[in-house]
Nanobody, 121 residues
Framework: QVQLVESGGGLVQAGGSLNLSCSPS????????FGWYRQAPGKERELVAT???????NYADSMKGRFTISRDNAKNTVTLQLDRLRPDDTAVYYC???????????????WGQGTQVTVSS
């Protein structure tokens, strides 16, 4: 089992910025893809962005140009820079890791516990 530790959420005014981080705690799990997702009250969880080990990124259309995902493979950490935040960005943001315990081997996925981002108008 992989425990993903997230940090960086909080309360910010519209137009402000936050930086979220996520890393696995004490593991030899090799992460192929990191992802950030979010879930607003009363809505389904949705993709924010993903990034592969090679640095290829994918963003939800509504977040392109405002959010930036990056990873440090040496530290096994992914970050999500949130800029020009809007009230409708308010949600719980979740980190997801897809990877393997051994090479070659099957892929597994794990979720973090989520970090709250609240944007006031």
């Amino acid at each position: 089992q992989v425990q993903l530790v997230e940090s960086g959420g909080g309360l910010v005014q519209a137009g402000g910025s936050l930086n979220l981080s996520c890393s696995p705690s004490g593991t030899t799990f090799t992460i192929d893809v990191f992802g950030w997702y979010r879930q607003a009250p009363g809505k389904e969880r949705e993709l924010v962005a993903t990034i592969t080990g090679g640095g290829a990124t994918n963003y939800a259309d509504s977040m392109k140009g405002r959010f930036t995902i990056s990873r440090d493979n040496a530290k096994n950490t992914v970050t999500l820079q949130l800029d020009r935040l809007r009230p409708d960005d308010t949600a719980v943001y979740y980190c997801k890791a897809i990877g393997r315990w051994r090479q070659p081997g099957p892929q597994f996925q794990y979720w973090g516990q989520g970090t709250q981002v609240t944007v006031s108008s």
